[in-house]
């Protein structure tokens, strides 16, 4: 069972496109995360929402973390094919260090 | 970039056999975790440790042992490699002094199992 569920798995969209992925658990978090991946590397860190509520920007992309601390979710404005890449959500709670990861959504990007 | 380093990058072993998976850090961090990813998984936890000898089960531990005595380097070990642990494994790095984790990746090691 994956306690973050991600939607959706894959996505294709013309460059200039807007999209939203979700996160989404029953369980709260402390923490929630954004990364992104390109093929044979590892992820890379992009964001870190803790309040509730809370919304951060990144140039074009924006997260926002729900007020119950259960979802998350990532907008892109005006997608470019340097988008492409998988992304990922990831939750962590308090200090304990455990970190548990969505199933990520694989975005393509086309010129 | 974090100074997270995997060995080997690539292997190809055969079942049955035991394989050990090295990472090493330089960053002094207390956390380190590993991952596999598959096709449709994301990442699922292995195994982590929050400090020398300490260590936890992850979401997928079965087949998989961990042992971290010193800080920088945490090791993976598949006592018995099963064609089902074919899989691209990811180590990772944070500390918490935020109040929060925040993992940093190394490059990966692909494992086959033949």
């Known amino acids: 069972t994956q306690l973050l569920e991600q939607s959706p798995q894959f996505l294709s969209i013309q460059e200039g496109e807007n999209l939203t992925v979700y996160c989404n658990s029953s369980s709260v978090f402390s923490s929630l995360q954004w990364y992104r991946q390109e093929p044979g590397e590892g992820p890379v860190l992009l964001v870190t929402v803790v309040t509730g509520g809370e919304v951060k920007k990144l140039k074009r992309l924006t997260f926002q973390f729900g007020d119950a601390r259960k979802d998350s979710s990532l907008h892109i404005t005006a997608a470019q094919p340097g988008d492409t890449g998988l992304y990922l959500c990831?939750?962590?709670?308090?200090?304990?260090?455990?970190?548990?990861f969505g199933q990520g959504t694989e975005l393509s990007v086309k010129p | 970039d974090a100074g997270i380093t995997q060995s080997p990058r690539h292997k190809v072993t055969e079942t049955g056999t035991p394989v050990t998976l090295r990472c090493h850090q330089t960053?002094?961090?207390?956390?380190m975790y590993w991952y596999r990813q598959d096709p449709g998984h994301g990442l699922r936890l292995i195994h982590y440790?929050?400090?020398?000898?300490?260590?936890d089960k992850g979401e997928v531990s079965d087949g998989y042992s961990v042992s971290r005595s010193k800080t920088e380097d945490f090791l993976l070990t598949l006592e018995s490699a099963t064609s089902s642990q074919t899989s691209v494994y990811f180590c990772?790095?944070?500390?918490?002094?935020?109040?929060?984790?925040?993992?940093?990746f190394g490059q990966g090691t692909r494992l086959t199992v033949v």
């Open positions: 440790s929050y400090g020398v000898k300490d260590t």
């Open positions: 990772a790095i944070s500390e918490s002094d935020r109040g929060y984790i925040e993992a940093f």
């Open positions: 990831a939750g962590g709670r308090g200090q304990g260090g455990k970190l548990i």
């Open positions: 960053e002094n961090h207390r956390y």
